[in-house]
């Protein structure tokens, strides 16, 4: 057993934590987001740092880190309140490619990513299919080559910056079945991509694609046709994983605003941080953030194991993490009063993302299903 | 005992519910409390039910109100939350005209009353300050005697729709030097007083319904002061009491919960099925629904006291607090229950209406949930109900 961080891995930390500290602080940061372009600058510095090539392999223009490096940045991200679509780029397109591009695909677009120059955002949710990955209309029919994509996807991550999108559809079977579902990188300027682009509650951005009649070649399908979905579960779980370690991170700020808050502000003449009620609270919040942290660090270190155990240790990460953020978020909002609900509070800004988080990918309900599918549950 | 309607009852709910059909402005039919509502939209109803008498039906007879029984008054509540009324909003009606017709002077009930009733005039409240939350008592807003007049200095915050605000009351220091709840006045304030400005404050939502006020050397005519000098405190905290008494928000939990059922009819869960048909969310809403009727029951009990001529105590801090636990319960199941959608922020995003993103039940759910956290903030912290109730009804 060894939870210790590499050197390189505590020097990534602290370069994100440096940068963060000068250039993303609550004022720029603020700034960056009511801009059209404000993430290209920091995007840009994401490249610098090497945050983008971290967990790429060398052979195309990666680190050759792996979850532990992403880990380490989503923690720091999720302290910093960063909502460029990190996760959607680095975790779930490159991983797709990593794990089943082809020699070509990889040239193409790991080396692009990994210097900042390819965004990517995954159009994988649709209207009705709320977080069952399997449940695809959206239409990839054979034509000569290659195939012509028609449907509609909903709540791309990061698709107003994205100049890709991954997109999943279904080449066999009907709505709900696992086999028959495969996977697209398709440039979002191509004929027949059009989107409805708005921001999102905690500040990042999101839109709804439409796709209509579009044509792509064959090479623009990533791994095998019809069976995609053990591939999509697998980076799913990846990017649930990089999130959760992101929620700690916002969680552990939480923790650290209330405390202080709780030490400065004073009523009944004395600090509020006195009354044992709201040190109970504090503790309580502290101990929700400490879990946490050990379940999201349990799935990351789980997701190389086979299939259903890294499902199973995701699932677990997103239920406790899922119910601690609420508590947290809920809490530190209460400790701080009315200032609590305010935008000129940080504390607010943590619970909006850390909630949003919880709704990415599957909230509480749906991993505690899927945890239970997973495992033994009949008597005999 | 027992919990039927009588038929007298029954006729008068039916009476209710047809002047609503036929006097309710249909421009505002499904216009929820939470959209974005102009002043004119917050006062229409208010305004008819000026004109039918129907206002303050908790006032006594003599002041304007109605006269009914307090099942009278449940069913008024049920069937204005059934059909989704913007209600009267309770800063004059539920707060500073019950203290002006307990304390006031008659000139003083005859000046003000009347506005409040009409919803002519829009009221304001001004208590916290941004060093006297929970420590309500500590606040500083200074207001020095001058002759006739009192000359007012301080901020104040938390100020909820101040900014269409004609009056305010005010909770203001007229005396530094006694012990922190002697030394206060309760002021009435007109808002376009020189000195007077209103500052909004922006919220988490995104939204603004919160205010810091301002006041800077506002002079204020004595006749202005309800109750004695030095004395505020006792209207504050009847005050209190009252705005707490309404703040359980029964009915409007009961038609949110038949709203939430509809919303959870309409989403596939994770089964592909309808969501509520899914064993955990139904587990959750049969749990909420529970917990609302014990919310329900303990609430008439206070009102049938209420009835026998015994004012809300201290017990209505528990309706505060189980009250606005409900409520933010509801909000938390709403965001679980529309599933992506929580995600886009779609106030002021053009093209809104012709190109709608996910369902429209779905667009306000996140907004409700952040902004529904200050139910256990405002009108008393749920801390501080604890407290009350620890100290006033357990003696400890």
Partial sequence: MNFDYTDEQNMLRDSIAKWAAGQYDFDKRRAALASEDGWKANWATFAELGLLAAPLPEAYGGLGGGAIDVSVVAEEFGKALVVEPYVPTV???AGALAHA?????????????????RVVAFAQAEPKSRWSLNDVST?????GAGYVLNGQKAVALGAPQADHLLVTARTAGGQR???????FLVPKAAKGVSTRDYPTMDGSRGAEIYLESVSVGAEHLIGAVDNALPLIERLVDEAKAAYCHEAVGAMRMMCSLTQEYAKTRKQFGRAIAEFQVLQHRMVDMFMAAE???SMALRATIKLGESDAERAKAVSAAKVSIGKAARFVGQAAVQTHGGMGVTDEMRVGHYFKRVTMLDSTFGNVDFHLKRYMALSETKAA | MNLEFSAEELAFRDEVRAFIEANYPQHLK???????????????WHKILGKKGWSAPAWPKEYGGTGWTATQRYIWLEENARAETIPPLPFGVSMVGPVIYTFGTPEQKQR????ILSGEVWWAQGYSEPGAGSDLASLKTRAVREGDHYIVNGQKTWTTLGQHADWGFFLVRTDPAAKAQEGISFLLIDMTSPGVSVRPIKLLDGGYEVNDVFLDNVKVPVDQRIYEENKGWTCAKFLLAHERAGIAGVARSKRNVEKLKSIAKSEIGDDGRPLIEDDIFRRKLAELEIDLSALEM????????????KGPGPESSLLKIKGTEIQQRLTELTLEAVGNYAQPYLRDLPGGNEFPVGPDYARAAAPIYFNWRKASIYGGSNEIQRNIIAKMVLGL
């Fill in chain 1, 91 to 93: 975790v779930i397109a």
């Fill in chain 2, 112 to 115: 003000f009353l009347p506005g």
């Fill in chain 1, 139 to 143: 239409s990839a029919r054979k034509d």
């Fill in chain 2, 298 to 309: 303990t609430e008439l009990r206070v009102l049938a006291r209420e009835q026998a001529g």
């Fill in chain 1, 177 to 183: 079945d696992a086999k028959g579902v495969s996977l």
């Fill in chain 1, 101 to 117: 591009g082809n020699e070509a695909q990889r040239q193409e677009h790991l080396n692009a990513i990994a210097a900042g120059e």
């Fill in chain 2, 30 to 44: 499904g216009k929820g409390l939470r959209e974005d509502l102009s002043k004119a939209d917050f006062l229409a």
């Fill in chain 1, 291 to 293: 879990e946490s942290y």
